[in-house]
């Protein structure tokens, strides 16, 4: 008689994932807000929009990932912020089009379900969350055998926002003349680690304190938290008129930037206008990585771009400045 062959024998464990949620519900269920519906485990979970307060309401979504910095996170075995990480990016993808983030939606997948990472990797999305004021309104798991290697996990993020029609920053105004207004960032936030590490690792190790920086040591610098821009988005669009927002992604400065001109604009860049950080020229040192790559895989130290009239540049570097961050004149649009 041949032997039988469970589930859990080709690598599948149900149990252990119904753990690992369960585990985790009181801190999925404390993102929630009062428009939420449903709680864990439905096949579909329900958001009241009715009291949004908008004349026209336009919803917004995106899907994105951390990348390789998953990579930098197993490495170090640190798996605590990169569910914050996801959260902001997504985030930010909506904020610059003017959208208020609603709700959110994580996927979790490995090779094998390890639940202290696991449990660590979620609980950092329920953070990032908490901190934005969204719930946590859904998500999978999946585990799949001899898809991913030992130890290796991905993660992605929806998030689904609103807006008023009338309200939405998509570049159809931007002029001529415009300022770009290039707001800091603080680190590589979650862009350009294949590059980075592919530099940086045949040089140094994970742990290893550098003088330049002011992190401890190279995984406390390239594990800082990716920020969230929403609130101080909010209030620049209140104070300004403002014609466009890029959030630095993969692509650099101009890669996102671009996306938001109308055929016959182009973008002037003053690329001795701010002195690139630290974390970037120990890159650059590391793999003798080219200019024209640095400004392609990396954000150089902004993780927004604002354009607007230039004479508005000062009322956003005071917005700026209230939350804690910089802003800085770096180029134009030319038409």
């Known amino acids: 008689m041949k032997k039988s062959i469970t589930y859990k024998d ?24 009062p428009e939420v519906l449903s709680g864990v485990g439905l096949f579909g979970s329900f958001y009241d929009i009715s009291g949004n307060g908008l004349q026209h309401p336009v919803l917004v979504s995106s899907t994105d990932g951390v990348g390789t910095k998953l990579k930098v996170a197993i490495m170090a075995d640190r798996h605590g912020t990169v569910g914050q990480d996801l959260v902001n990016h997504c985030i930010d993808d909506i904020a610059v089009c003017g959208a208020k ?24 999305v329920a953070e990032g969350c908490k901190k934005a004021g ?3 309104i859904g998500g999978e798991t999946a585990e799949m055998p001899d898809f991913y290697s030992p130890g290796e996990y991905d993660m992605c993020g929806t998030i ?3 807006v008023d029609k009338s309200k939405i920053i998509d570049g159809k105004k931007i002029q001529p003349g415009d300022a770009l207004i290039g707001i800091s960032g603080n680190g590589l936030h979650t862009n350009g680690y294949t590059l980075a590490r592919k530099a940086l690792f045949a040089e140094y190790s994970i742990d290893e304190p550098i003088a330049e920086l002011s992190s401890a040591t190279l995984a406390d610098e390239l594990l800082k938290i990716h920020p969230n821009y929403f609130p101080l988005i909010s209030e620049i669009t209140d104070k300004v008129a403002v014609h466009g927002i890029s959030h630095i992604t993969g692509g650099g400065i101009v890669g996102n930037t671009k996306r938001l001109l109308r ?14 950080p630290a974390i970037f020229r120990i890159i650059q040192d590391a793999g003798n990585v080219p200019d024209a790559d640095m400004r392609r895989a990396f954000n150089l130290g902004f993780g927004l771009v604002v354009i607007a009239k230039s004479e508005h540049a000062a009322a956003i570097s ?6 804690g961050f910089s802003a800085t004149t770096i180029g134009k649009v030319t038409g």
């Open 263 to 276: 055929e016959g604009l182009s973008l002037e860049i003053d690329w001795e206008a701010w002195e690139i």
């Open 160 to 162: 689904i926002g609103i």
């Open 10 to 33: 080709a690598g599948v464990d149900i149990d252990k994932a119904e753990g690992a949620l369960n585990k985790l519900k009181d801190r999925i269920a404390a993102t929630y807000t």
């Open 318 to 323: 005071e917005s700026a400045k209230a939350f």
């Open 134 to 136: 969204i719930p946590l």
């Open 101 to 124: 983030p609603l709700f959110f939606l994580d996927y979790f997948a490995s090779g094998k379900l390890e639940p202290h990472v696991y449990d660590s990797v979620v609980s950092g």
